[in-house]
């Protein structure tokens, strides 16, 4: 099914709220100072440079032209974007710069633009993406101005650019909170020993994770790249139902899950190939 401009705008809402979930278990403490400035850094290029932009340039003027005030909720979004991005600047340049106690005031700055964020995409989502005002000629306009300035920007790569820093930065945070006594190098080479290779795809189905090299599973491929037509689909149909499956696929062994949120609502879907001993 082709995507349209508001699976976009959501799909973008989905990723900046796996970054702000990333950045509410990062511990609050000087040594994590560096690897909060790079979460901060992609959440300021993601939002500023590309998630804004399309709704900024494209979206709101169409409202606009089909009779949506320019006043009321487009005014207001327009005002958080403004003030989201000049608090992001100042709290990198604190980190960049940091002085004795600055760390606790950039963690409460953090908390409280975390809380902002998710408000603001609420807001959005129930006050403007969810209107019937456009034909579906206009869907098709916007998905297209969409398109177009991807592809500009990034050259199409838009999934693999963003979902492979995010997944290096993920990486880190999870070694500073998990590993414990041994290294973040000890644990992936453990992990390279297991008989099975794991994929985790996120709410659209969208490579966020594996411990394989291998280059036909490159993080932001979608599931459809990844896996042959009729699995994918038998993935999907899984994952969608919320049941654990365990699915023979040309001599190869699949375990499927979603992984659900603290609301029990899917965030991403696991899937687990058996290898050969």
């Known amino acids: 099914m082709t995507s349209s401009w508001r699976d976009s705008l959501i799909s973008d809402h989905h990723f900046i709220s796996h970054v702000l979930d990333i950045i509410a ?23 500023d440079k590309y998630h804004n932009i399309k709704e900024e340039n494209y979206l709101f003027p169409l409202l606009v032209e ?20 000049e608090l992001l600047i100042k709290m990198i340049a604190s980190l960049e710069s940091p002085t004795p106690g ?16 998710k408000s603001h995409m ?65 644990l992936e080479k453990i992990i390279k020993q297991f ?21 036909k ?10 896996f042959p037509k009729d699995l994918s689909q038998r993935i999907t149909t899984s994952g969608e139902t919320q049941n654990s499956e365990i699915i023979q696929h040309v001599k190869q062994t699949y375990f499927i899950r979603s992984v659900l949120n603290d609301f029990n609502e899917p965030m991403g879907y696991l899937v687990i190939r058996q290898n050969s001993f």
């Open 25 to 47: 278990k990062t511990p609050s403490q000087q040594s994590s100072i560096n690897r909060l400035k790079e979460i901060l850094s992609l959440l300021l290029e993601f939002t």
């Open 66 to 85: 089909r009779g949506i005030p320019q006043s009321g909720a487009i005014h207001n979004m327009i005002m958080e974007h403004e003030a989201e991005r």
């Open 102 to 117: 600055s760390s606790q005031v950039i963690f409460k700055k953090i908390d409280e633009y975390i809380a902002s964020r």
């Open 122 to 186: 609420l807001q959005e989502e129930k006050q403007l993406f969810s209107r019937k005002t456009f034909t579906a000629k206009d869907d098709e306009k916007l998905q297209h101005a969409f398109e177009q300035f991807v592809t500009k920007l990034y050259n199409k790569n838009v999934n693999a650019h963003f979902h492979n820093k995010l997944a290096e930065i993920e990486r880190n945070v999870t070694q500073a909170v998990l590993y414990g006594k041994i290294s973040g190098e000890t």
């Open 195 to 215: 008989p099975y290779i794991i994929f985790y795809f996120d709410r659209n189905y969208q490579l966020s994770y594996t411990n394989t090299t291998d280059e």
């Open 217 to 226: 599973f490159q993080l932001g491929k979608s599931i459809q790249e990844c």
